[in-house]
């Protein structure tokens, strides 16, 4: 039953690549680059409309019917608008290794998750309740949980799209939690590895790449991972030994593969693929001749939305 609802996370997450392909299309030469960014493209656009209409009060976060609604005709407009895409036999065997790779890293990862998917310890309480108040929300900004009677003062955005996800999906919280932290790590990979693998042409680098930016977070724990792999005895290397780099020791550096291992759904890391995506939207700019204006446009919005998702990118 949960492996059908992880399914259903991502197949609903994975829609909005057909809001997203459209644009991604015209503003990214490489079809199979355009492809790998356009779900991200797509809750760029889509999340933005929803927050912006309810932040006006001009649409109940709360009628979900609506929303499903809006969603379904959106996708129901990129599928056409992009259906010469679809005829294609190359993009179609290019669609089947990206989702069929993607699908395979998500499933791999939430079942190592499934040995510690309790939300509890470390901070995952506080993330599982801003999660928890930006879906039961009516309008932007909701409630804080933690400050009674004030609307939150801490920026929610991430937490807002997992919600979208959610309650699209139908999905309790309580399980989205850790199918968003999937979500976030399969994506990492593909964004990191595609962006790579478009700029070298090289497999061995795009799955280093991967692996630097999700499996490690910095050249120590890299360093350190590889060493303790051929020879064991030389070093113990745990996820923990990148974050106290600095003295005092309470100067923390969350990096990527901490917060992976320990769960912690933190708004720096729900804003690490948005960060990807903006970085791909960023060597498009530079290898345009003649840069089109959508791509700026869809800049401008990939940059809003990692700017409230996480306020330090």
């Avoid at 992880?6 to 997450?13: D, G, K, S």
């Avoid at 895409?85 to 989702?99: A, D, G, M, P, T």
Wanted: charge should be positive; aromatic fraction near 16%; glycine fraction near 6%.
């Amino acid at each position: 039953m949960e492996l059908l609802q992880a399914l259903l996370f991502y197949i609903v997450f994975s829609l909005a690549g057909a809001i997203g392909l459209p644009v991604a299309r015209r503003i990214i030469s490489s079809q199979s680059l355009a492809y790998v960014v356009s779900k991200q493209a797509g809750w760029v656009l889509f999340g933005y409309a929803v927050w912006l209409l309810g932040s006006f009060r001009v649409l109940d976060y709360q009628l979900q019917g609506i929303i499903l609604s809006l969603f379904a005709i959106a996708v129901a407009a990129g599928i056409w608008l992009s259906r010469d895409f679809f005829s294609h036999k190359k993009n179609i065997s290019n669609i089947l290794f990206i989702e069929g790779g993607t699908v395979l890293i998500y499933i791999v990862y939430l079942f190592l998750r499934s040995h510690n998917a309790d939300i509890n310890g470390t901070e995952r309480f506080m993330d599982m309740a801003l999660l928890t108040a930006a879906g039961k929300t009516h309008f932007f900004p909701f409630l804080d949980p933690w400050f009674s009677g004030h609307t939150i003062n801490y920026y929610y955005y991430g937490s807002y799209l997992i919600s979208l996800v959610s309650n699209i999906g139908r999905l309790p919280y309580a399980l989205t939690y850790n199918f968003a932290l999937g979500i976030v790590f399969s994506q990492s990979v593909v964004l990191s590895a595609a962006l790579i693998f478009t700029a070298t042409k090289s497999k061995m680098a795009a799955v280093l790449a991967s692996f630097l930016v999700t499996m490690s977070g910095t050249l120590f724990f890299a360093s350190c991972t590889v060493r303790a792999f051929f020879s064991p005895a030389a070093q113990t290397c745990r996820y923990t030994s990148s974050t106290r780099l600095y003295t005092p020791s309470y100067i923390i550096n969350e990096i990527p593969s901490y917060s992976f291992t320990v769960g912690d759904l933190h708004a720096h890391l729900l804003a690490l693929p948005f960060f990807l995506f903006n970085i791909i939207l960023l060597y498009s700019l530079i290898g345009s001749k003649k840069p089109r204006w959508q791509l700026f446009a869809m800049l401008a919005f990939g940059i809003a939305t990692s700017g409230m998702i996480s306020s330090w990118d």
